[in-house]
């Protein structure tokens, strides 16, 4: 099925929903817009005001100056479209469009804002599935599904009851988050220490709960799909491209890449089972990914993502379109939707194993000025060179988030041998000799032989 023959299903399944009246989406790429104004058209909707947020009519309104985390650029989208209840220039913009506050809004992941004003949504998610998306919470789904995992322990600080259940050496992986606050985007609340007990961090005015966990060695891995309303898509297997920071125990999230083939099938079977596994235990729709260890003893999750992931920011617009609308469709318990599922999977499939370039994206911590700078590869490292040797290229950009380095690496020309959380390594090394990044130093974390699909127990 043809991406266009993909949108044209999807809106045959939303024209119940939309035909005749007027919409409003919220997504975060202007280049998606045109696409999301054909599918509603398609829908016979009598008009729509598609709003992207790096797009010039919201990013003219006031953000807080300076770099931000994944958590903290969410929160802010999240508080901008809270204005919508309120007098402001967002809400003033909207009401142009749409003075009597009638129109339906669609707003797509990662975004969930808790506030948009008196406007129905199409496709909000039911709050309880957040819960699990708490790493002291998750272990508890895990377990009631039947999918084996690591070890845990989890306890509040001051850890007065506690003690280290691990010899020195042994290497953990912690999760920290504030008592009664959200769970966390982008992996800044992770640390990993070598010495049996979770490394120290600067005190705080709050109580914080902690989860512990052994470090697993093994490929750091994401199962991603969609939860429909009767069927489960499961989209290509995700390598984690997080290299660890020794300075400072914590990991740098720099991207994804496909898993081996040779390893897809069975892993694509257990995000189907995990999808219907969601669906049964939670009445759970929309988009989803379980990030974990493939180990050689099978693939062991640690954390649950109840979203369309950042997989699909360097898809082609219209593919990532029809993944967002597809959520947002089977959130709204469209049935339709599953009509799509097929043809969603097989273009994902493509689009995310034939992509020619390994792409990473990661936050500067100093001032750098914007520049570019080709890269080839000699050796098992990268040089400098000229366009038309090219391997690559490392550059720095001014992002929704702040000043952030992207690299991206032709797949075809990575060296016999190098893995890709190798290169990432190389790559950033690279950006702070070439542009003074000033990332620092880099390690890959802990290799480990994959194994044969995970064994299920329990059931769903």
Request: with cysteine; net charge positive.
């Amino acid at each position: 099925m043809r991406v266009d023959d993909l949108l044209k299903a999807l809106a045959t399944a939303i024209r119940p929903k939309v035909a005749g009246e007027r919409a409003v989406v919220f997504c975060s790429h202007s280049a998606d817009k045109l696409h999301w104004r054909h599918l509603l058209a398609a829908a016979g909707t009598a008009d729509v005001l598609v709003l992207a947020f790096d797009g010039n009519l919201l990013a003219a309104l006031p953000r807080p100056p300076g770099p931000r985390s994944a958590a903290q650029l969410l929160a802010d989208r999240h508080a901008l479209l809270a204005t919508l209840a309120t007098d402001s220039p967002l809400s003033a913009l909207v009401n142009r469009f749409d003075p009597d506050r009638r129109v339906a809004l669609l707003v797509t992941d990662p975004l969930d804002p808790p506030v948009t004003g008196s406007r129905p949504r199409i496709g909000a998610k039911h709050p309880s599935w957040s819960l699990f998306e708490h790493k002291s919470v998750v272990d508890v789904l895990w377990d009631s599904i039947g999918l084996p995992r690591a070890e845990s322990v989890v306890y509040d600080e001051p850890a007065s009851l506690w003690q280290p259940v691990l010899a020195p050496g042994i290497g953990i992986v912690s999760a920290r988050q504030m008592c009664g606050a959200e769970p966390s985007a982008g992996g800044g609340d992770i640390r990993w220490s070598s010495a049996g007990i979770p490394s120290p961090q600067a005190e705080s005015p709050g109580r914080r709960r902690i989860r512990v966990m052994p470090m697993i060695p093994g490929v750091p891995c994401r199962l991603h799909g969609l939860v429909l309303v009767e069927s489960t898509v499961a989209f290509t297997p995700l390598e984690l491209l997080v290299p660890r920071r020794p300075a400072d125990g914590t990991f740098l999230c720099a991207g994804t890449a496909p898993m081996p083939v040779a390893q897809q099938r069975g892993l694509i079977e257990l995000t189907r089972w995990t999808g219907e596994a969601l669906r049964g235990r939670l009445g759970y729709r929309g988009g989803f990914s379980v990030d974990g260890i493939l180990t050689q003893s099978g693939f062991r999750p640690t954390d649950l993502n109840t979203r369309v992931t950042s997989a699909f920011e360097t898809a082609p617009p219209p593919l990532r379109v029809a993944v967002h609308a597809s959520a947002l469709l089977a959130r709204e318990g469209l049935r339709g939707v599953d009509a799509a599922g097929p043809g969603l999977a097989e273009n994902v499939h493509r689009a995310l194993n034939d992509a020619a370039e390994i792409n990473l994206l990661t936050v500067i911590r100093q001032p750098t000025p914007v520049a570019r700078r080709h890269v080839r590869w000699r050796d098992r490292g990268l040089e400098a060179c000229r366009p038309d040797e090219a391997h690559g290229s490392v550059e720095v950009i001014n992002g929704p988030r702040g000043t952030a380095l992207r690299a991206q690496l032709a797949r075809k020309h990575l060296p016999i041998g190098v893995s890709p959380q190798e290169s990432v390594v190389v790559a950033l090394r690279a950006a702070d000799e070439l542009l003074g990044t000033g990332i620092g130093d880099l390690q890959p974390p802990p290799a480990g032989r994959s194994a044969a699909p995970t064994r299920r127990s329990g059931a769903t």
